[in-house]
């Protein structure tokens, strides 16, 4: 930090401010005691105090009552960590304050040294605490995930880190250091690496014992540089391989068993008897992406190995509105078309140099509500070009009635046929490309739950019909309730009147809202935040047989703590097969405002259920 770490620690008794102030001094922060209400005025009004740690039974004056009297004078005042004797709602507290609370009965110096630095890391970096301390959530656009690492290992933090992308990751650490990531099955370096290409994304950073056997052994700096270096080279390769949906095979030729392979090599031809496609062999090999890609494409200038592009293949478009992280569309061949956001005469290109975290920052600071625009058909053209060639297409768009997304990818496909059929022809290909375009009646994670499923179809070798049948009849079944945090953007975008959105502020009202043909609708509403998302659970329950199996799909808009929350509902109330996680991106968002969360929840037959998961 730029600035040294001060803590006042205002308690009148004795043995427990030596004991918190001597554990927070080991840890390198600067501690300032006082043991009444004039001491622990004077001594934050005059020393600006980092964190201000003050008990609820100080002599003289009540935390409340000191933050009511410094916030006279006019200064700067730091957050207030109250420990407390009762129940931390019963204390309190006064707008435009941050007041955490912790039970002081029992209270452990080293985790409270732990819990201190988890507090003050949040506001180093953006992020917020949980309610207990031993909590934050934070997001990837604020700092990198290398920068991340940095200062908890700066900070000897012992945790977990979990990210919020689609195959499950996070990295542990013990007094600061790596020592194991994992992504989806994937664990250790091979793991590691994959997270550090992450541009944005939530996480949450959880104070709790390091509970896997350590894997990693090795300098962050030597981590997070060879992690880089292997993105930049992968880029490289996966640019001149064919696509990771690409059938793999072992060639023996006549002086096959005279080659002496290197052990990833023989790795590497073992797997391919087991593998799917390009995509999961790289997944099965237990080194490296960079040094296993390396190895395949070795292998196949060889002649040991041949990669045979599918002959019946579908391409899949959709566009930015899906809120699909970058790396996990790249991997699966899925092609994103972004839709524009526009701040005064600026225009971004969403999720290309505007990303959610970003996109919320400048709609709560600025006066400028922003606009949005679909792709134009051009970029539709555009794309469909580069595709035609090799297969057909399925391009699965944002809701017909929320934007002209579709529309304009409709007129693309008909005024594009003519030489779309010739590229085709040019490229020795046989026949006339199909290109099929679906309204998924959805946005946000709902678009991409049908994309997900679009894929998981097209890599098991369904026709382009049955592929188009099934996501219809899917989009029908999908539930879809979300929440906001403020009427005011709702108002902004036109969809409700200016009278109603000062009525629900002003009572406290929590609209639920749902999804209806690919309209935005009313569904309930509640008084007070804190029963907003157990009511959902109560409607989805309704609606849904909990004892079946389900997918969900969940996002928030900047709002990781209450994304967390809503996550633990779903987890408690549905048995889940499967669940998407994701951040309301700018264009929904725009509309939805930051504290937004929301979720899907798709029951499927039997017969859904064994096309559609993940066999990864």
């Known amino acids: 930090m730029a600035e040294p770490l001060s803590v006042l620690i205002a308690d009148t008794d004795d043995e427990r401010r030596r004991g918190l102030g001597l554990a927070l001094y080991e840890g390198g922060i600067e501690v300032v005691n006082a043991v009444n209400a004039e001491e622990a005025l004077r001594f934050t009004a005059g020393l600006d105090p980092t964190l201000v740690v003050i008990a609820s039974d100080l002599d003289g004056i009540s935390p409340m009552d000191l933050y009511s009297r410094l916030a006279g004078t006019g200064l700067g005042l730091p957050p207030f960590l109250i420990l407390t004797d ?107 690496n994959r997270i550090a290409g992450l541009h944005h994304g939530a996480f949450v950073l959880a104070l709790v014992p390091a509970a896997v056997e350590p894997a990693i052994d090795v300098d962050l700096g030597v981590l997070v540089s060879d992690a880089i270096e292997e993105r930049l080279q992968l880029e490289d390769l996966f640019a001149r391989l064919p696509p990771l949906n690409s059938r793999v095979e072992v060639q023996m030729g006549n002086d096959f068993f005279a080659i002496e392979f290197t052990p990833l090599e023989r790795e590497v031809l073992t797997r391919t008897q087991g593998a799917r496609n390009l995509g999961d062999l790289i997944n099965r090999v237990t080194m490296t992406d960079l040094e296993t890609v390396q ?33 996990f569309a790249r991997r699966r061949s899925i092609h994103i078309v972004p839709l524009s956001v526009v701040f005064g005469k600026t ?70 046929a003519n030489e779309f059929a010739q590229v085709r022809l040019e490229a020795d290909g046989l026949g006339v490309p199909d290109l099929r375009i679906i309204d998924s009646k959805s946005n946000s994670v709902g678009l991409g739950l049908l994309v997900v499923f679009a894929s998981r179809m097209i890599e098991r070798g369904l026709g382009l019909d049955e592929i188009v049948t099934r996501l219809e009849g899917i989009r029908e079944r999908l ?105 309301i991106g700018p264009v929904v968002g725009a509309h939805a405002g930051p504290g937004a969360v929301g979720c899907i929840v798709f029951q499927p037959t039997d017969e859904e259920l064994e096309l559609l998961q993940t066999r990864d």
């Open 86 to 192: 009762g129940n931390a709602a019963d204390e309190g507290t006064v707008d435009g304050g941050e007041f955490h609370f912790i039970a002081a009965d029992g209270l452990d110096p080293a985790r409270f040294l732990l819990q201190v630095r988890l507090l003050l890391l949040a506001r180093e970096i953006g992020a917020e605490i949980g309610d207990t301390l031993d909590e934050l959530f934070g997001d990837l656009t604020r700092i990198a995930v290398g920068d991340l690492l940095s200062v908890l290992e700066r900070d000897a933090i012992t945790g977990h880190v979990r990210l919020r992308v689609g195959p499950g990751a996070g990295i542990w650490l013990a007094d600061g250091k790596v020592i194991q990531a994992y992504w989806g099955s994937l664990k250790g370096r091979k793991a590691f």
């Open 347 to 416: 225009v971004y290109k969403d999720g290309v140099d505007l990303l959610p975290d970003e996109f919320y920052q400048m709609l709560e600071g600025g006066d400028i509500f922003p606009s949005t625009s679909p792709p134009g058909k051009g970029e539709f053209l555009e794309t469909y070009r580069r595709l035609v060639a090799s297969g057909d297409v399925v391009s699965i768009h944002i809701s017909a009635k929320q934007s002209q997304t579709s529309a304009h990818a409709a007129a693309a496909a008909k005024d594009g």
């Open 479 to 583: 539930e879809f309730l979300f929440l906001v945090d403020t009427l005011e953007f709702l108002r902004k975008g036109g969809r409700i009147g200016q009278a109603q959105a000062l009525i629900g502020t002003l009572l406290g009202i929590k609209p639920i809202l749902g999804m209806v043909d690919g309209e935005v609708v009313p569904v309930d509403k509640v008084r007070g935040g804190r029963k907003a998302q157990p009511r959902l659970m109560e409607i989805l329950s309704e609606r849904i047989d909990t004892s079946r199996p389900v997918f969900v799909a969940m996002a928030h808009a900047s709002a990781p703590k209450w994304g967390e929350r809503l996550k633990e509902l779903l987890t408690d109330t549905f048995d889940i097969i499967e669940m998407l996680e994701g951040e």
């Open 295 to 327: 190895a395949i494409d070795h292998l196949a200038v060889m002649g040991a190995l041949q990669i045979r592009e599918p002959s019946n293949r579908i391409h899949l478009v959709t566009d930015s509105t899906c809120d699909l992280l970058p790396s």
